[in-house]
């Protein structure tokens, strides 16, 4: 019988939803970079804080994060220096300016760190608990806890605020919840809709309003990504997804698979989502976590995050991530981490995992399957697996196939044996991964079917 090689497509992401489980596709801990599959960093331990972090943030050339009520000045060895007092527990907000930094515990009390690393609770009898704040031409602007009128610093004064210093920043009856500085362009997201506005100068209010509302609503996430924002959201009176601002509009991001699992959670919890963003290798990456998952987005796909803690899958623990001094740093529970090109998570493995498939408009059967990934360049030696589905449901058993060490080069794995991979009645489900210390970057995958 004629043999036919024919190269199967990698997944673009997460797609597919659970009453089409044919139509699933997924990749775990790796993302579809225009054809190959790249896997993503991991995270190396540096450093302990001795509390549970609540961000991270850059001052005067410094890196700094909160850990449980401790604000800790962090060296690129992980080494800490303990700076003062933060109150609350929950997530902190941060805004850099000319002659100091502003922290809130959002909620709370408001602070200031100046370049001598002074840190001051603000006394303004003007200052507002507030969740949110940036900085603009020189200002801050804060959103008050409750959802009240916004308010601004004098010039170069985080903690000087006029009683004329408040403003109306929404036209709808809609709570304020978050502000950005886009481009010297003031943005304010409400509960229903997103409101810009230019500095205009020295008025008693320098902020006009800009004809360029967005009906969408802001519940958590906010991101700088690229020349955009992202959020998560939701259009009025709809499910809540992950959004980009646009001019005018807020086009969705998320697709059917992210939106059923956002619909998992409560908007409490949608509030609560931590934001990350890693420049790796030159692949531009999103992440979003939640309480119990966490994602990946690139060029418009998405793919899950998550590690391995005995054998058992756990919720990726990327937590705060800032860029500093060229490398990347995360801020989770108690741990200082650095990303790094590692296949472990703080010395814990985790999966690496594409889950594609065939569809053919008959029957057919399948000798032997090509994995195109580089070997070689490990310090020891690894294996990859393969799992097969006639439904993308129940897969087989695993087959495993070893990975060469270094200076063992070569650029394919194959699974083939005598009696072939099995017939399928015109769809089957290919699961390649791993979680061994091997690097799983591929370029295709091609198989051999009769």
């Not at 403003?167 to 481009?183: G, Q, R, T, Y």
């Not at 990327?318 to 860029?323: A, L, M, R, T």
């Amino acid at each position: 019988m004629r043999v036919k090689s024919l190269e199967v497509d990698f997944p673009l992401g997460l797609e597919g939803s659970e009453t089409l489980p044919q139509g699933r596709r997924a990749l775990k801990n790796c993302f579809n970079a225009g054809g190959p599959i790249i896997q993503r960093p991991g995270i190396t331990k540096i450093g302990n804080t001795g509390g549970v972090g609540r961000g991270l943030f850059v001052w005067n050339e410094s890196l700094y994060g909160v850990a449980s009520q401790v604000l800790h000045k962090i060296a690129t060895d992980g080494t800490t220096t303990p700076i003062g007092n933060v109150t609350g527990g929950t997530a902190i907000d941060s805004a850099v300016g000319f002659n100091d930094a502003v922290i809130l515990d959002r909620g709370g009390n408001g602070y200031t760190l100046d370049s001598s690393d002074v840190l001051t609770t603000m006394v303004s009898p003007q200052f507002v608990a507030s969740t949110s704040v940036c900085h603009i031409n020189g200002r801050f602007v804060y959103i008050p806890s409750d959802g009240s009128v916004a308010f601004f610093s004098d010039v170069g004064a985080a903690d000087t605020i006029q009683t004329t210093s408040f403003f109306d920043a929404e036209e709808l009856p809609d709570k304020n919840k978050v502000c950005f500085n886009s481009k010297n362009i003031l943005g304010i997201g409400g509960s229903d809709s997103f409101e810009f506005f230019r500095d205009i100068g020295e008025q008693i209010v320098p902020f006009r309003r800009l004809n360029a509302r967005i009906d969408n609503g802001y519940i958590g996430g906010l991101l700088e990504y690229g020349n955009t924002f992202l959020f998560v959201g939701r259009e009025k009176d709809q499910d809540v997804g992950i959004y980009s601002i646009g001019q005018g509009v807020a086009p969705k991001i998320s697709n059917e698979y992210i939106d059923t699992i956002l619909k998992t959670y409560t908007v409490a919890e949608l509030e609560n989502c931590i934001p990350g963003r890693i420049k790796w290798n030159g692949f531009d990456l999103a992440t979003f976590t939640f309480s119990r998952q966490a994602f990946g987005f690139y060029g418009g796909n998405w793919f899950e995050l998550d590690m391995l803690n005995d054998g058992v899958n756990e919720v990726w623990q990327g937590g705060y991530i800032k860029e500093f001094d060229q490398k990347y740093y995360s801020l989770y529970s108690d741990k200082i981490g650095r990303f790094d090109k590692i296949n472990k998570e703080y010395g814990k493995p985790f999966q690496r995992l594409i889950d594609m498939a065939f569809i053919n408009d008959k029957r057919f059967s399948v000798q032997s399957l090509e994995y195109r990934m580089s070997q070689g360049y490990n310090t020891t030696t690894g294996s990859v697996s393969l799992q097969l589905s006639h439904d993308n449901v129940l897969y087989s058993q695993p087959f495993h196939r070893d990975t060469g060490a270094v200076g063992e080069y070569t650029k394919k794995l194959e699974w083939n044996y005598p009696g072939g991979l099995g017939a399928y009645d015109g769809f089957m489900g290919i699961r390649i991964s791993t979680t061994e210390d091997v690097d799983f970057s591929a370029l295709k995958v091609f198989m051999e079917m009769r």
